[in-house]
């Protein structure tokens, strides 16, 4: 599977985004798919978690609430919603898929796959 993660970009503090994550390959269905992010100097950090048939969804505590992760198997693509964003939420956002337990997926050493990067930038 590849990823390719798209849609980063400058906003205003409160304003929103929405992050895409487009997959190859005829397994993408098979995959939770999650989102990190990941600032300098920093280690990678968990967002959010998306089960392979979308019924199931896990969030940070940071961005309960305030984020909404979604996929569309027929279009092997997950989204991140990012709504009320806050300078702290500056980062390099990836996207990954997993093929492990429910449980384990939002660790980031189990994600069997990862996407290049996308830039978001929240100004104050």
């Known amino acids: 599977v590849q990823l390719q993660a798209s849609g980063g970009g400058l906003v205003q503090a409160g304003g929103s985004l929405r992050l895409s994550c487009a997959a190859s390959?005829?397994?993408?269905?098979?995959?939770?798919m999650d989102w990190f992010r990941q600032t300098p100097g920093k280690e990678r950090e968990f967002v959010a978690a998306?089960?392979?048939?979308?019924?199931?969804?896990f969030y940070a505590d940071s961005v309960k609430g305030r984020f909404t992760i979604s996929r569309d198997n027929a279009k092997n693509t997950v989204y991140l919603e990012m709504n009320s964003l806050q300078p702290e939420d500056t980062a390099v956002y990836y996207c990954?898929?997993?093929?492990?337990?429910?449980?384990?997926?939002?660790?980031?050493?189990?994600?069997?796959?990862w996407g290049k990067g996308t830039l978001v930038t929240v100004s104050s």
């Open positions: 390959g005829r397994t993408f269905s098979s995959y939770a």
């Open positions: 990954a898929a997993t093929s492990s337990p429910w449980a384990m997926a939002r660790v980031a050493s189990v994600m069997a796959y």
């Open positions: 998306i089960s392979w048939n979308g019924g199931s969804t």
